[in-house]
C-alpha cells in the first residue's frame, strides 16, 4: 500500500505547496504526518529523501513562499525536523540549506506568520523530532536557537511553553548521554567531560532557571519551577546536581517568602530532587513553617504522600495535617497562635470543608501505608474521626470554642464520603478494635439516617466491611449484625432509591463473602429473614439491583453448603435454583442473566458438590449460549471450562475404578460432558459473530483436543467418534454451512 | 401598630394586628393537643379501652388559644393562610359579636370545611352523655392524676362546635385568588401563593407607605400546590413570620423514602399498615409517591384504604381547583388527564374510599393492605378502631406522617402494643436554612416571630443552625404578648382637590424640582386625607341671623414669601465690603459663623438653617442688612 502512496507524494506535495489551494484541516495534516512517521520508522536506513526528492523542494518552496498558510508551514517544519532525524537526511537537508532555511530564525520572522501558534509550536516540535544525534545538536547550538526556545518558555500560548520546555529537558538530557555513551566525542561522566560549546549550552539554560526562580513576576518563578521539576525528575548527573547547587539559594528565598500558588509547585520541584537530601530535607521543614500559615496545611497534605521522605518531615507534616481534623472534633492542646490562622480558616464553609477532607484524606493515606504514628494515640485520631461523622450527622457539636463548625458540616456530603472512606481505611491498626462499639454505632447512624445520601451509604457499606472483617473473631459482632443490622439492611432493601438496593445487597455479598465459614452468620441470615428479603429482591424492578440480588442469593447458597445440608438449606437451594432459572431465560435485562451465570460458575467452582444443579446444567449451557449479550455467552463458556475441568480431571460422581483405564475414564467424561450439551455450546460458539466468545470457545477445543492427544494409548479416532458422532473438523463445517444457509 | 399574640404556638398562628385604625386577625389555629390527656373514643366498644384507669371521659376537648386581651367584636378582618390554620374560626366569629369579614381563598374555604365537618363527625357519632367541667376548678383539678393535674388553662379548653356554628362562621367568609388586591378601610390586603397546600396563602396588609408581609405555612418544595410567590414580599417594613417546619431536623424527602420502606418492608412480611393522617394535604402527595413505588417495590396488588366521612370529597376537590396546583398538575387538565393520579388508582380498584368502617367497608376489606385515616392523635375517628384491631400484631406498623403530635402520647391509651411504631413526619414547611436564605432575598426591615424560633430546639441545644440568625434580631413574641411594631410612619398620601391644583404656581428652584405653597383646609375621614381649598369668607348675609360660630372660616392671610437657598461667607463678606462695613471679625462656630461687625456692634449668626441680625435698636441698619442677606437667598 505504501508504494501506491508513494506514487501519490508528489502530486500531494504540489497541492499542499500551493498557496492559492485551499488548506486541509489540521487532522489531515496530521494523519499525513503520522503516516511519514511510521514510513521513517520502518525505512531501515534506508533514506525517504533520496527517493523522493519531491519532499525538498515542497520543503523549499514552503519555506521561501511568502503566502504560506499557518498551518501547511507548521506541518512543514515537523516534517523537516523528523526527515532530519537521521544522519544521511539531515545531511541532506543541510546540503540544500533547507535546514537553515526552515530553523532560522530570522527566516521565521520574515512574515507575521511567526505570530501564529502553531508555527511556533511547529517549530519547536520539528527540533524536537530531529534531536537524534549529535549533528542536530550542533546545528541548534551554532545557530543560536537555545535563546529562541529560552524566549518561547514565557510565551503565551500553554501548549507552545510546554513543549519549549520539553525540548529544554531534551536538550540536557541528549547533552549528558552522549557524552556518557559516545566515547568519540566525550570521556567519562563528569561535568568537565562535557564539550566546551555544550557546556555553554548547558549553563545558559540553567541561568535561565535560576534567573526565573529570582525574578519578581510570578509567572516567571511558576515558569522556573516548572522547568525546574521537569529537569529534576527527567535528567541524570551531572546536571541535576549542578542545578541543584545553582538553585538552592532561590528556593530558599521564595519558600520564605511563602506564597500560597507556589505550594504545589515547590512541592513537586521538593518532590523531584532526591528528597532524602540533607537541603532538601532543610527546604521542607521551612515549607511546613511553624504550622501557623494558611499555605502550610497544603504543603503538609503533599509531604504526607511523599514516597521518600525523611522521618522528621514527615512527622512534622502528620502533626499539622491532623490539626484541623483535631480542632474540629476535640480540644486541641497546640498554642494559641495555630488556632488562629485555623480558626480563621474553619469559621469560613468553604475553606473548613476542604481543610478538612485534606486532613482526612491524608490520614486515609497514612493508614494506607500503615504509618505508625508516635506523637498521638492511634484511638484519639479514629476517636476524632468518629466525632466528626457524627458531627456530620448533626449529632455533636463542634468542640472548638468561638467556632461552630458543625453549621458547615452538618448533612454535608462530601466530608461524610471522606470520613466514611479514612474511617475504613483505620481498620488496619489492630489497636483500634477497642473502639469498634463506636464505630458500628456511627455507621449504624448513617445506614439508619433518612436523609443519607445514596453514596454516602456506599461509602458506609464499604467502611462497615472492612470493619467486620477486622472484628470478626468478636463474639459481639453476631449480635451487632443480627439485632441492629439486619433489620437497616432490610429496610434499605425497601429503599425508594435503586442505588441504595444496589449497594445493600452488595454489601450482603461482600458481608457473606467477609463471614464464609462463620456459622452464627449463616445462621443468623436464615433465622433473621434475610434470605426469603434477598430471595424476594430477585423480582426488583431495577435490572442493576436484580443482578446483585442474585449475586447475593449465590453467596448465602455457597455460604450454607459449609453446613450440614439440613432441609432448610435444601428448601433455599431450590428456591434461588428455580428463580435464577427463571431469570437466565426470561429476564429483559442482561446485567442479571449475567450474573446468574457467574453464580451458577461459583457454585461449581466450590469445593461441594451441588447435586441440585447438575439436572439445570444442560438448560444452563443451553440458555446461556444462545443468549443475546455476549458477556452472558462469555461466563457461560467460563462455566464450561469449569465443567470441563471438574468432570476431566477426576470425577466425582462416577465410582472411582481401580480397573478403570485411562481411556475409559476419559470416554465417560467426554460423554457426561457431550450429555450436558457442552460441545454443541463450544462449537455453536465458535460460529459467534462476537470475537471474544469465538476465541474462548476455540481455546477450550483446543484444550479438550489435547487432553484427549496426550491421554496414552488412546484410539483417537474412535474415541472422538464414540463422542460426537462425527469428526470436529466435520462437525465444525456442517454447522458452518448450516448457518450460513441460516 | 400593634401586634397582639393569641397563640403562642409557632405552626398554629392566631395574632391580632392593629394597624390605621384596622383590626385585623392573622390566622385562628385550633391546637388540639389538649385531646391527649383524654382516652380514645372508640366507634365500637372496647373492653380494654373502657376498663383503663381514668376519670369519666368526656366529650372532645379543644384548646382555644385566646384570653381577654382583645375583645373579639372589635376584630374588623380576619386573613386565614391555609385550611390548618382557620379550624378556631366557629369560636371567634359565633357568638363573640364578630361583624368582620373573613378573607379566605376558594380552596381554603373548601376543604377547611371538610375538615372542620369531619372533626364534627367523629366527635358527635360518639356522643357523650354528660359533660363536666367542675374538675377545671383548680382545688380539684390538683387531686386529679397523672399529667391532667398537670395541664395549664385548663379553663380555655372548650366543646366542640356543631355543624351550625361551621356553616355560620363560614358564610362570613369572602373568597379571594391570588394576588388579588382587597381594600380593607386604609389597607389593602393581597394573598400570594404559599406552596404548602391547596390554596394556602401569605399576606401583604399595605398602606400606601407601609408595608407588611405575613407568612405563614410556606413551603419551597415542589409538590401539588402552586409554588410560593416570594417577589412581592420584597421590600416588607415588618414581616411576621410563622408556620416554619415543626421537625427541622426531618427532611421531607428522606421521611417520604422511610415512609416507602417502613410500608414495603410490613406488606413483604404480610403485615397491615396504618396511617393516621389528615384528609387533606400531605396524603395527596403520599398516594402519588406510593402511586409510582408500589409497582416498582412488586406491591401492585396491596389495596389501599382511604376511610373518612370526607374522603370522597377530599379526593374530588383536589381534582377540581386545577388553578391552584403546580403548573405540571395544571397542565394535564388541558389534556385531559386528573391531575392526580390517585383518579387512576380508585378505577384500578387499588384505592378505596369510604366514609366509615361501617357499610360497604367491613364487607369489602381485604388484608395486607394500607389504610388511611384520622384523627392523627388517635383519640376519635376510626384509627381508633383499627388500633385496636391491630395493635397486638408484631406483623402491622403504624406509620406517624403528621407532625402536630407526639406519637408517644398518642400510643399511650394503646399500651403494650405489639404492632411496630414508625415515625416518619412529613413537613414541608420552610425549615431554617430556607428561610434564612429567603429573608436574604426578600430583606424585610423587621422580622416577628414566634419565640422558639430565636433558639436551637430543646432537645437539641448544640444546633445552632436551628434556629434564626438575623441583623437585627428578630422580635420574639410569646403567647400574650403584645409587641410594639418598630416602624415609625413618616408619610401619609394626601389628595388634592384639582380646583386646588389649579390654583398653585409652582417655582423651579432647582432643575426637575418646582417648589409652591399651599393653603388649604386639611379633611381626614376613614384614613384617607383630602387638601380642600380655603371657602372663601362668605359675605356677610345682610340677614340678622346669628352666625354659629363653629362655621367661621378660618382667617386668610397672604402669606410671606419662604426663603430657600444658603448665605455663602466670602461673597457675604464682599457684599459687606462693598456697603462700607469693613471692619468684619469671622468667628467659626459648629453650625456656621458668627460674623462681628466691630464699627456697628452687630452680630450676624449664619447657620445651616437660619440666620440672625442682633443689633440693638438700628433698625435701619438691621433692615439693610436684612436686604443684603436677602439677595443670595431664593424667594417663593
Known sequence: MDSDCLSLLPAVCLVLADPKQAPPDDTSLEKLLDWFKELHSQSNGQVLLQDQPCLLEFISSVCTSETTDPAILSFTLKLTGLLAATKQGFHLLEEGGLLLCAFEREACYVCDLWEDASVRSGWLQGLLNMLKHQKSLDFICRNGLIKVVLQLQNDRSLFVASLANQLLVHILNFLTSSSTTNGSDAVGSSVSSLRSDWVSVSSEIMNAVVEALSSEDHPQVLRGLRLLSLVLSQCGEPIRSMLWKDVLVPLEVLIKRGSESLTQTLMTVLQAADTSARPVEELLEAMLGDGNRKECFQCAALVVKLEKCPEVSKRKATGIILLPLQCVSTQPQTEIETYLVLNEQLSQKASCISLLMQSLSSLAELAHRKFLFEDISIHSITSSVVWLLRMCSGQCPSSLLRINASIHLIGCCKVQRCGLDTLGALSVYEENVDLRKDIFGVLLDYLQSPDSHATVLKKTFQAAVRWIAVCSPFPDLLQFISHDLFPVLEKRMCDLRWEVRDSTLEFITQLTTALNGNSGFTEALHTSGMVSVLLSSLADTEGYVRASAVAAVGEAVTASFHHAATERNSSLLEKALTQMMIALSQDTEGFPRRAVVKAFTSWLKGSHPVTALESSLSSVLSLGGNDFDWEVKMHTLELAEVLMEKTLTCCPYIVQNVDFSEKTRLTQALSRLKDYGLFDLLFNSLLDCDRPVCEKACALLVRLRTLTAETADLDHSALVLNVCGNRWGDEVQSRYLNKQQA | ?636
Not at chain 2, 423 to 442: A, E, G, M, W
Not at chain 2, 563 to 583: R, Y
Request: with cysteine; hydrophobic share 40%; proline share 9%.
Open chain 2, 1 to 636: 401598630m400593634k401586634l397582639y399574640c393569641l397563640s403562642g404556638h409557632p405552626t398554629l398562628p392566631c395574632n391580632v394586628l392593629k394597624f390605621k385604625s384596622t383590626t385585623i386577625m392573622l390566622d385562628c389555629g385550633l391546637d388540639t393537643t389538649a385531646a391527649l390527656y383524654f382516652l380514645p373514643l372508640p366507634l365500637v366498644h372496647s373492653p380494654r379501652l373502657s376498663k383503663l384507669p381514668g376519670w369519666v371521659s368526656k366529650d372532645g376537648a379543644v384548646n382555644l388559644e385566646k384570653k381577654e386581651l382583645l375583645d373579639l367584636s372589635t376584630i374588623d378582618v380576619i386573613l386565614i393562610s391555609n385550611y390548618h390554620c382557620m379550624m378556631a374560626l366557629p369560636y371567634i366569629t359565633e357568638h363573640t359579636g364578630f361583624t368582620g369579614t373573613v378573607y379566605a381563598t376558594e380552596p381554603t374555604l373548601q376543604i377547611g370545611r371538610l375538615l372542620m365537618e369531619e372533626l364534627v363527625t367523629f366527635m358527635e357519632r360518639v356522643p357523650k352523655a354528660q359533660a363536666a367541667t367542675c374538675w377545671k376548678n383548680k382545688e380539684i383539678q390538683r387531686l386529679l392524676p397523672g399529667p391532667l393535674k398537670d395541664a395549664v388553662d385548663v379553663w380555655s379548653w372548650r366543646k366542640c362546635y356543631s355543624v351550625q356554628e361551621v356553616n355560620s362562621a363560614l358564610s362570613k367568609v369572602q373568597l379571594v385568588g391570588y394576588s388579588q388586591k382587597e381594600l380593607f378601610g386604609a389597607v389593602q390586603v393581597t394573598p400570594l401563593s404559599s406552596g404548602y397546600s391547596l390554596g394556602s396563602s401569605n399576606w401583604i396588609i399595605q398602606s400606601h407607605y407601609e408595608k407588611v408581609s405575613y407568612v405563614s405555612g410556606s413551603s419551597l418544595l415542589t409538590t401539588h400546590p402552586q409554588p410560593m410567590e416570594q417577589s412581592s414580599l420584597k421590600n416588607s417594613d415588618v414581616l411576621i413570620l410563622t408556620g416554619l417546619t415543626q421537625i427541622p431536623t426531618a427532611n421531607p424527602d428522606g421521611m417520604l423514602g422511610e415512609f416507602c420502606s417502613n410500608l414495603a418492608m410490613t406488606i413483604r412480611a404480610g403485615g397491615n399498615v396504618l396511617v393516621p393522617c389528615y384528609s387533606s394535604g400531605v396524603i395527596y402527595d403520599l398516594l402519588e409517591c406510593l402511586y409510582q413505588f408500589m409497582d416498582s417495590a412488586n406491591l401492585g396488588s396491596t389495596p389501599f384504604y382511604f376511610i373518612s366521612p370526607v374522603a370522597n370529597s377530599s379526593l374530588e376537590f383536589s381534582q377540581i381547583f386545577a388553578e391552584w396546583l403546580c403548573q405540571n398538575k395544571q397542565s394535564k387538565v388541558y389534556l385531559p388527564e386528573p391531575p392526580f393520579p390517585h383518579a387512576e388508582l380508585i378505577q384500578t380498584n387499588k384505592l378505596k374510599h369510604y366514609p366509615s368502617i361501617h357499610g360497604d367497608f367491613s364487607s369489602e376489606f381485604r388484608q395486607p393492605c394500607v389504610v388511611f385515616t384520622g384523627h392523627p392523635s388517635l383519640r376519635f375517628g376510626d384509627v381508633v378502631h383499627f388500633m385496636e384491631l391491630w395493635g397486638k400484631s408484631s406483623l402491622n406498623t403504624i406509620i406517624f406522617t403528621e407532625p402536630d403530635f407526639s406519637y408517644l402520647d398518642a400510643l399511650a391509651p394503646y399500651q403494650p402494643l405489639a404492632m411496630k411504631c414508625v415515625y416518619c413526619p412529613i413537613d414541608t414547611r420552610l425549615n431554617f436554612h430556607q428561610v434564612s436564605k429567603l429573608l436574604k432575598d426578600i430583606q424585610p426591615l423587621h422580622v416577628v416571630c414566634p419565640e422558639p424560633y430565636t433558639q436551637p430546639p430543646p432537645a437539641q441545644p448544640h444546633r445552632s443552625d436551628l434556629m434564626l440568625e438575623l441583623q437585627p434580631p428578630p422580635m420574639a413574641y410569646r403567647r400574650c404578648s403584645v409587641l410594639g411594631l418598630p416602624f415609625r410612619r413618616r408619610y401619609e398620601r394626601i389628595h388634592l382637590l384639582p380646583e386646588l391644583a389649579r390654583s398653585l404656581v409652582p417655582s423651579e428652584i432647582k432643575a426637575g424640582v418646582s417648589v409652591a405653597t399651599v393653603s388649604a383646609v386639611l379633611q381626614s375621614k376613614d384614613n384617607k386625607h383630602v387638601l380642600q381649598p380655603v371657602p372663601k369668607p362668605a359675605p356677610v348675609p345682610p340677614s340678622k341671623k346669628r352666625k354659629r360660630v363653629t362655621e367661621e372660616p378660618p382667617e386668610v392671610l397672604n402669606p410671606k414669601p419662604l426663603l430657600s437657598g444658603a448665605v455663602p461667607l466670602e461673597p457675604f463678606l464682599a457684599m459687606l465690603h462693598k456697603n462700607g462695613i469693613t471692619e468684619v471679625k469671622v468667628e467659626e462656630t459648629a453650625d456656621g459663623h458668627i460674623l462681628h461687625l466691630q464699627t456697628e456692634d452687630v452680630l450676624i449668626q449664619l447657620e445651616e438653617d437660619a440666620t440672625h441680625i442682633i443689633c440693638d435698636n438700628n433698625e435701619p441698619l438691621r433692615t439693610a442688612l436684612r436686604d443684603l442677606v436677602l439677595r443670595f437667598l431664593q424667594k417663593l
